[in-house]
């Protein structure tokens, strides 16, 4: 959510599927919402009045709807907000307008979107009605295991390191996992059997993947870390 910084990709001869799934999602939904973009850059909107409201949304979607247990409600709350990650960045683009301060914003408000769905269903098996405190726990962890994940490549690329690897699980796969489990077990209030256990099952997965991923960063973050001293000159080093 917010326009990001113009940076060129680095080179990389074999694609992986998943980044070429980004990509070719990316450019479909890109195609799609350009005339909305268009059309709010035409009304005065700014892009990053679009990140704010994009995110007040999906906050308001997870803490509202989620802790009730209406996971079919909220998750169409905030799939129709999310979208706003995607817009926003249309319009800065034909703006002209990409800035190190929007993709700030954006990473961000990303991350209070994230712990805000996570944080709704930690709430949600907290209850009285919902009450599973192995759930609700694993719900934290999810929580903030995504924000630890998202910390490791920024930080690792604030001390200069290009912190290359694709995570089992990242930001994309977390949400998709998610969402589509919440969305699919609140049809349970709508007379479907059985079909509320998927979100256990997907917040395992999500907290599996998310610990599988900040291995695979750290060692990565380590390994390069490790490459980038050995290349320092002998005494090149800061000193203790």
Same mark, same amino acid.
């Given at each position: ?11 990389? #001869? ?15 939904? #890109? ?28 906050? %308001?979607? %997870?803490?509202? +709807? ?5 996971? +079919? ?61 192995? &759930?609700? $726990? ?36 977390? &949400?998709?996992?998610? &969402?589509? $489990? ?15 256990? &998927? ?13 599988? #991923? ?27």
């Amino acid at each position: 959510m917010g326009q990001p910084v113009a940076l060129r990709p680095p080179a990389r #001869t074999r694609p992986s599927g998943k980044a070429m799934l980004n990509k070719y999602a990316r450019a479909f939904f #890109t195609r799609v919402l350009t005339p909305f973009a268009a059309l709010l850059i035409r009304l005065g909107v700014s892009p990053d009045a679009v990140t704010l409201i994009g995110t007040g949304g999906v906050v %308001a979607g %997870a803490l509202v +709807f989620y802790p009730q247990g209406e996971f +079919f409600w909220g998750t169409v709350t905030i799939t129709l907000f999310v979208f706003s990650d995607l817009v926003d960045g249309n319009m800065a683009r034909q703006l002209g307008r990409s800035s190190r301060w929007g993709a700030f914003l954006d990473s961000t408000l990303d991350r209070v979107a994230d712990a805000a769905i996570f944080g709704g269903l930690a709430l949600w098996y907290a209850t009285y009605e919902g009450h599973s405190i192995l &759930l609700c $726990a694993v719900s934290i962890f999810c929580l903030a295991s995504g924000q630890v994940v998202s910390y490791t490549k920024a930080r690792g690329e604030s001390i200069g390191l290009p912190v290359k690897v694709n995570g089992l699980v990242e930001r994309a796969e977390r &949400l998709v996992i998610s &969402l589509v $489990a919440c969305g699919l077990s609140g049809l349970h209030k709508f007379g479907v059997p059985g079909i509320q256990v &998927l979100l256990p099952i997907a917040l395992w997965i999500v907290a599996a993947g998310s610990l599988v #991923t900040l291995i695979q960063r750290v060692v990565t973050v380590r390994r390069e870390a490790a490459e980038a001293d050995a290349a320092l000159p002998v005494g090149g080093g800061e000193a203790g």
